[in-house]
């Protein structure tokens, strides 16, 4: 069965340093990628999402993310954290013949000022 | 207004009960969703349904059921509430496209 794994459940950060998020997902075929945001107390949002084309996909709030087919991984990406990124990311992905979305367990985010 | 509403916002029933949570959406897609969130497992799917008369379980539907009103109204029941199903209920949308989920902002369900 497909699934999608994270390769952290917390992450702690002090303000503008550097975001990496591992995501890998376990589906031989053709996919769509998707990360989501969970700030406290809301529902998810849509950070940005890869179809097909260009690997690297640039997302709101300066968010970015790597597809890297060889590795069936797609790591979500931030030069420089601010507090207001403090949340909840969940990295997702469905096959394209069908919109059934596989979510990840989550990352926990939390920037220290 | 909401995209996705979903109501109520919380809910405290005891075990044994009856409840349903409902969900409406004004996005006019024809794909609505059911999700439980849980700390440490992410979201999981409980229910989906690409139209009206299509109904299809998730991964864990056992103890859930589904009734799909309209294109715009989804609705989850528990039959008989357990203490387990404890959690954040979400009710999604999407397109035939597939170009990501809109979400509801939840309902928070404890079973005492």
């Known amino acids: 069965a497909q699934s999608v794994s994270q390769h952290n459940h917390h992450v702690i950060l002090s303000e503008a340093a550097s975001l990496e998020l591992g995501c890998n997902y376990s589906?031989?075929?053709?996919?769509?990628l998707f990360w989501y945001v969970q700030y406290p107390g809301q529902h998810l949002q849509l950070l940005l999402k890869y179809f097909s084309g260009d690997p690297l996909v640039k997302g709101i709030k300066g968010f970015e993310a790597e597809f890297i087919k060889s590795k069936f991984s797609f790591n979500l990406r931030k030069p420089s954290v601010q507090w207001s990124d403090t949340a909840e990311y969940f990295c997702?992905?469905?096959?394209?013949?069908?919109?059934?979305?596989?979510f990840g367990p989550g990352t926990s985010l939390s920037v220290i000022p | 207004d909401a995209d996705v509403t979903q109501t109520p916002r919380n809910r405290i029933t005891k075990t044994g009960k009856r409840i349903m949570l409902e969900c409406s959406q004004t996005k006019g897609h024809d794909r609505m969703y059911w999700y439980r969130q849980d700390p440490g497992l992410g979201l999981r799917l409980i229910y989906y349904?690409?139209?009206?008369?299509?109904?299809n379980k998730g991964e864990i539907s056992d103890g859930y059921s589904v009734s799909r009103q309209a294109q715009a109204k989804f609705s989850l029941s528990l039959e008989s509430a357990i203490p387990n199903q404890t959690a954040l209920y979400f009710c999604?949308?999407?397109?035939?496209?597939?170009?990501?989920?809109?979400f509801g902002s939840g309902t928070r369900l404890t079973v005492v």
């Open positions: 999604a949308t999407s397109d035939p496209q597939g170009d990501g989920y809109t």
């Open positions: 589906y031989g075929g053709t996919v769509n």
């Open positions: 997702a992905v469905t096959e394209t013949s069908y919109d059934k979305v596989i």
């Open positions: 349904s690409f139209d009206v008369k299509d109904i």
